[in-house]
Every structure is written in structure tokens, then in C-alpha cells.
């Protein structure tokens, strides 16, 4: 069964900084791009990042461009989301995914709450 946890979701203040990780199984992780999406009240899901299978291409939202880092460790299936210099709009549940030919794989979701 394919499976995605995160961790690493918590309250920080404005400013702070927090690296969400999602650690998969039940596939070939190395074979798979991953992403990250959040979703804030009210709104819809976003796409915030998204990393190559090797790690080698990154792509990122306009939004936390220069802010938020993607990065995998294939040898321990997981993805990670290094946030910086965070904002109260970065507040959302933040979920990693991976989209596969026929279905696209979701974690659980974890709450990022940016607020002093």
C-alpha cells in the first residue's frame, strides 16, 4: 500500500522557520516526482513546490520563491520543505503528494500556522 507521512507542522511566528518531511513507501520512490501543495482556509489548493525524481529540477510558486527550499533523500524515501523568513499567508495545511501515471498519492496533511 502506498503511504506518505509528514511531520514537522507546528505554530511559529513571523518570520521563523519550520522543514516539513514526508517519508513514502509502498512504491519506488526514486522513480517518482514529489510535491508539495497547501491549502489555506477558503481557498484552494495550491502547488508549492515540486522536485524531479533524481532531485536534479525544482520548481516553486511564486509565492515562496526564495523562501522555501524542496529537497529528497531517495535513499530514505522521504521529501522534505525547508521554510524560511515565514509569513501569516504561509498558513495552510501543507500536504506532499506523488503523482503517478494513473493516481496521484497524498499524505495526511500537517498544520503550518505562521502567527504572533
Known amino acids: 500500500q502506498v503511504q506518505l507521512v509528514e511531520s514537522g507542522g507546528g505554530l511559529v511566528q513571523p518570520g521563523g522557520s519550520l522543514r516539513l518531511s514526508c517519508t513514502a513507501s509502498?512504491?519506488?520512490?526514486?522513480?517518482?516526482?514529489m510535491r508539495w501543495y497547501r491549502q489555506a482556509p477558503g481557498k484552494e489548493r495550491e502547488l508549492v513546490a515540486h522536485?524531479?525524481?533524481?532531485?536534479?529540477?525544482?520548481n516553486y510558486a511564486d509565492s515562496v520563491k526564495g523562501r522555501f527550499t524542496i529537497s529528497r533523500d531517495n535513499a530514505q524515501n522521504t521529501v522534505h520543505l525547508q521554510m524560511n523568513s515565514l509569513k501569516s499567508d504561509d498558513t495552510a495545511v501543507y500536504y506532499c503528494?506523488?503523482?503517478?501515471?494513473?493516481?496521484?498519492?497524498w499524505g495526511q496533511g500537517t498544520q503550518v500556522t505562521v502567527s504572533s
Open positions: 509502498g512504491f519506488t520512490f526514486s522513480a517518482s516526482a
Open positions: 503528494c506523488a503523482p503517478m501515471t494513473m493516481y496521484t498519492y
Open positions: 522536485i524531479s525524481s533524481a532531485g536534479s529540477i525544482t
